[in-house]
Antibody, heavy 125, light 112 residues
């Protein structure tokens, strides 16, 4: 079955760029009809959708973060990535990658059915 | 885009039923049948409990059910069990300049 695993630095300095990768195992990132998303959660707070990339490579971003976010996909490595520039302490959070099923004959659709375990990123000098 | 509105907390005794509301607008909850609900235990990733307003993924207990009326979606948990104590989040697609996703602020369920 498909599993997701986030990886990347746990500490980023203010004004620098946060870079995370999500590795997809148990299935091909380019097969099927899926959005691959990034979602974050500051400590003690709720979930915030950051953005997503479609199987075709098209992207959508949260308007509040759009100017700082880039999501890309590397099908050869079965990975997709997040870059968030000009980070501040407000970007400190657990970052999750998740799969959003666009089309399915049966089972979940238009929902995040598979999540990574999450990775904590702290922005601090 | 504004978060969907959920109560901060709800509580119930074992065996009882509770309902968590999720209020949005005609641009999100009211405009799409793409409302989903997630359960999150402390230190864990969220788990999908309901998709497309009222559908349960395989393996999710039928004690969990979802519905929608106008701009408000609801998650009902019947026969409360201690293991149901968790945070619950709703989510909806939303029609902005591009089709995006918005979450509710989350509801802490306490089983008394």
């Amino acid at each position: 079955q498909v599993q997701l695993q986030e990886s990347g630095p746990g500490l980023v300095k203010p004004s620098q760029t946060l870079s995370l990768t999500c590795t997809v195992s148990g299935g091909s990132i380019s097969s099927g009809s899926y959005y691959w998303s990034w979602i974050r959660q500051p400590a003690g707070k709720g979930l915030e959708w950051i953005g997503r990339i479609y199987t075709s490579g098209s992207t959508n971003y949260n308007p509040s973060l759009k100017s700082r976010v880039t999501i890309s996909v590397d099908t050869s490595k079965n990975q997709f990535s997040l870059k968030l520039s000009s980070v501040t302490a407000a970007d400190t959070a657990v970052y999750y990658c998740a799969r959003d099923v666009v089309v399915a004959v049966a089972g979940p659709r238009r929902a995040f059915d598979i999540w990574g375990q999450g990775t904590m990123v702290t922005v601090s000098s | 885009q504004s978060a969907l509105t959920q109560p901060a907390s709800v509580s119930g005794s074992p065996g009882q039923s509770i309902t968590i509301s999720c209020t949005g607008t005609s641009s999100d909850v009211g405009g799409y049948n793409y409302v989903s609900w997630y359960q999150q235990h402390p230190g864990k990733a969220p788990k999908l409990m309901i998709y497309e307003v009222s559908n349960r993924p395989s393996g999710v207990s039928n004690r969990f059910s979802g519905s929608k009326s106008g701009n408000t979606a609801s998650l009902t948990i019947s026969g409360l069990q201690a293991e149901d104590e968790a945070d619950y989040y709703c989510s909806s697609y939303t029609s902005s300049s591009t089709l995006n996703v918005v979450f509710g602020g989350g509801t802490k369920l306490t089983v008394l």
